[in-house]
């Protein structure tokens, strides 16, 4: 196979380089530069206005966001549904009798009875 | 040429100092000093490779200085950390096309700059001639090669820093050089054998 590939440069292509330039024309060139450049340099100094600190706020705001979003669906998929759980009443607490007679059951529980408890209770009258 | 090239090498390493990307942030933020720290890193490197294109000193000086303002204005675009010198001169060269194809009716009615000199005038004439006839040709070559063989052998750019300033993969800017090349010596035979 024929390598197609031109890989010598011209050597006439020289002529074409920039001349050098002295040193007064390279410092008036700059000087020109950062004239032109001022206004715009001078409007960049500016006090930024509440829309842009907010545009510049937007990304890692969103990015943040996104975070905690996530942060929050895991610790909710790994601390079950949400829901708070109901402790169960122990039957006995719901049997329990005193000096005085017996106490409603249901009154005196410290947590809210569950099913099984409101039955006992209604079984042995201590329900009320 | 080889030194040269070297030396255009040395010119752009030094110019990928750590602090770039905090000069670039206080440029964001306006600070004059910053921004001339850059026009002083770039503006030499900026005016050869605007001369390149257009071939006029005055024109290649106004090209760098509107290359400077337009990467003022858009220092929000460049991606903070991203280097500096590969986007500005991205903005230099796309702004060197527009600009050749404007100028180039006013450039091929002028004799170029530089063309004469102290020395033998039949020599300065033939090399006026030579001049006229390779920006002749290097006009005649399509934007991206034009691009390809100004920065590398003119200006002595290495393929990976061409592909890095046009965003074109390094396969593509060796086949570009190479076709640029090839039409260059053709045209430049027609040029001077007509």
Redesign the interface.
Known sequence: MVN????????????????P?SEER?RA??G???A???P??????RPASYWEVLAGWARPGLAAASIALLLLAAALQFTGNGEETVAPVPLDEVLATSDAGRVPALLVAINEPDADAVVAAALTGNGR | ?AR?MAGANDQRDQTIDLDEPLLVER??????EA??KL??RY??QA??VA??FL?H?ED??DL??DA??RA??RIDRLDRGSPFGPWFYRLLVNAALNRRKYLARRRMEKIP??TTGPGDPAADAE?AV??NC??SA?DALPDDLATV?IL???EGFTHPEIARVLEIPEGTC??HL??A??M??EG?KELRHP
């Not at chain 1, 890989?7 to 001349?19: I, N, S």
């Not at chain 2, 440029?27 to 004059?32: I, P």
């Open positions: 197609q590939r031109e890989e010598r440069p011209l050597d006439e292509l020289g002529v074409l380089k920039a001349p330039r390279r060139a700059r020109r530069i950062l032109a450049a001022a715009l340099l001078q409007r960049r100094r | 040429m040269a440029v964001r933020r306006g600070d004059r921004f001339g026009v002083d503006s030499e005016f050869a001369y390149g071939q000193a290649a000086e760098a200085q400077f303002l003022l204005e700059e530089g090399r030579l001049r390779l920006a290097v063989v590398h052998d003119l060796r086949s190479s076709r090349r090839r260059l010596r430049l």
